[in-house]
């Protein structure tokens, strides 16, 4: 029987690998190794669970926390309970206990019992010698994860480590990662499953954001017991959707990985890559959600273009350490011309996962044409900045010219943030490690 699930140091890594059965193609299968290591499962720090025991859900979802925080928050967790047609949201936590190594025996019942289950993380490294996964830069992701663990000084750095040790975890359990039926351990980015369902909805961070999507998850037939969910339960309740619309469960819905398989890396004891589950939508149902979301849309400036790959080749010499990069020529006849130009190529770079900044002394330079920087001067890049096109990418939302202008201490000014539509968070995970115009 399952007893435990470990992800252990790596001098126990080789080991364990020779003798798991690892792709067991469904939740339920059973490891060799578990016995071998029952007697000691006492002594790992376990995953908690807050589940009412008497409720079943066959497709569950995970928004994945940092659990290196020191304010490690419990992870929301959503189960999709089918009651005959109907399909009922169950909500609860998850919650890391203190310890360097996992044992998520506490949740195993819970996860066997389940078709799938969908985590809000990435489940491996990229390739070695790539700073960002195949699945990330086909979506336009936000969030890059390289080819090396990351510092937990990092921003995401402890999120991402989170979520590599949670994968491995299962996977040392015998259970499939990312198998080809869609039907266990996979991940998903919910960014990337709400801008597929309704092209415009306003920030989940706003009131209105949230409601829109509950609207959006009644109309695909889940009925949303919690009468205010927060923008985490309604990211894991996405996940989840994911999982049952991969059951063929949700009329209208199919789901496509993006991304290369996920493979065990031997040599340096980690999984790397892997897809990221999307969901595509028919036309039909693609009306329905537009229609029932428009009282929210109204309320949104008028539509942007949204970005979600380039294939426009950089122009610009990139290092991973914010170190500087070198000035691109911009050509436009008027400083509107030349802002559109610098905006194109950042946003080039960004989605190729290359993510470059620009300094107000730099912007200044080869936009206003002035060599000496000067506040007023600053104050007037900043306003033409704020002008400029806006576009949507996944993980960001809209952002403008002004997303990639920095100061002295590479972050955007103080008021940069009062009409942002990503918190100061999210933009640090976009941009960690960018190279830097001055």
Request: one cysteine or more; proline letters at 6%; glycine letters at 8%.
């Amino acid at each position: 029987m399952v007893g435990s699930i470990l992800y252990m140091r790596t001098e126990s890594l080789r080991s364990l690998n020779r003798e798991a059965a690892f792709d067991c193609g469904c939740l339920g299968r059973r490891s060799p190794i578990i016995s071998k290591l029952h007697c000691v499962a006492e002594e790992w720090r376990s995953v908690q669970s807050t589940k009412p025991r008497m409720t079943t859900c066959v497709y569950l979802g995970v928004d994945v926390t940092d659990r290196f925080s020191n304010a490690a928050r419990p992870m929301d967790v959503c189960g999709l309970e089918m009651r005959g047609n109907d399909i009922i949201a169950c909500f609860w936590t998850w919650s890391w206990e203190p310890g360097d190594r996992i044992n998520v025996s506490a949740v195993l019942p819970e996860v066997r019992a389940a078709r799938s289950l969908m985590l809000d993380a990435p489940q491996g490294l990229a390739q070695v010698g790539c700073s960002i996964r195949c699945s990330e830069r086909t979506l336009g992701a936000a969030g890059k994860t390289g080819d090396t663990r990351p510092f937990l000084t990092q921003p995401y750095g402890g999120f991402i480590g989170s979520s590599l040790d949670l994968f491995a975890a299962f996977h040392f359990a015998g259970l499939a990662i990312s198998p080809a039926s869609m039907l266990g351990i996979c991940e998903v980015y919910p960014a990337a499953i709400w801008t597929r369902l309704a092209r415009r909805i306003p920030n989940k961070h706003r009131l209105a954001g949230r409601e829109a999507r509950v609207a959006i998850l009644q109309v695909l037939g889940v009925a949303i017991p919690t009468a205010a969910p927060t923008h985490d339960q309604l990211d894991a309740c996405a996940a989840a959707l994911v999982g049952a619309a991969a059951d063929d469960r949700i009329p209208g819905m199919k789901v496509v990985p993006v991304g290369d398989p996920v493979w065990w890396d031997t040599t340096h004891n980690c999984l790397r890559e892997g897809p990221i589950l999307i969901p595509q939508i028919d036309a039909a149902l693609a009306g329905r959600l537009e229609r029932i979301v428009a009282p929210w849309t109204s309320m949104l400036p008028p539509p942007r273009r949204r970005i979600t790959n380039t294939s426009r080749k950089s122009v610009m010499k990139l290092s991973r350490s914010m170190e500087p990069a070198v000035r691109p020529v911009l050509a436009g006849a008027t400083r509107e011309d030349r802002a559109g130009e610098l905006f194109e190529l950042l946003v080039a770079e960004l989605i190729d996962g290359r993510p470059t900044l620009c300094t107000y002394r730099a912007g200044v330079a080869m936009i206003l044409g002035y060599a000496k920087y000067t506040p007023a001067y600053g104050a007037q890049l900043i306003k033409l900045a704020t002008q400029s096109v806006t576009l949507e990418v996944d993980g960001l939302g809209e952002i403008k010219l002004d997303t990639f202008l920095v100061n002295q201490n590479y972050q955007p000014g103080d008021k940069h943030w009062e009409n942002a539509t990503y918190s100061q968070a999210e933009w640090d995970r976009a941009f960690f490690g960018a190279a830097v115009i001055e």
